[in-house]
């Protein structure tokens, strides 16, 4: 039995760098949004607002990160999961934080969860689009 193990955390310089990357992502889209990064357990690393993003979309962009991390799945693949098992459709979509829509995606690393990202501001998939950006951050400084 091991008493420890290893986990990956993502540094405060990889955080900032990838809050800049999908605000980049935004600035193409056209679109002003929040995003947020979160360590493995959910908990909030790093977070920007764009001037003029929607200010119900900071706890949204928030929540998504949470999400991801939490489960380790990106938030687009909760309503596809869950669409057609009323208990779940109905009852799990009151769980504190789940969000069941895109912007919302986990960062594994060599099949190990890292954190999450989650953007809100735009689209489902324009958020999708700028989580995409930060998420590229970490794959090209592995």
Request: charged share 25%; glycine share 10%.
């Amino acid at each position: 039995m091991k008493a420890f193990y290893k986990k990956l955390s993502i540094s405060e310089k990889i955080v900032t760098k990838m809050m800049e990357a999908a605000c980049r992502k935004a600035e193409e889209l056209g679109i002003k949004i929040n995003v947020a990064i979160t360590d493995d357990g959910g908990n909030l690393k790093g977070f920007m607002r764009m001037d003029d993003a929607p200010l119900l979309s900071v706890e949204i962009s928030q929540n998504k990160a949470y999400t991801a991390a939490a489960f380790g799945i990106a938030t687009s693949e909760w309503y596809p999961m869950i669409k057609d098992e009323p208990e779940l459709l109905y009852g799990i979509v009151h769980t504190d934080r789940l969000t069941i829509f895109g912007g919302g995606i986990p960062i594994v690393i060599d099949g190990q969860l890292a954190g999450g990202i989650g953007v809100s501001g735009g689209t489902a998939e324009q958020d999708a689009l700028c989580a995409e950006s930060a998420l590229n951050v970490v794959k090209q400084n592995l």
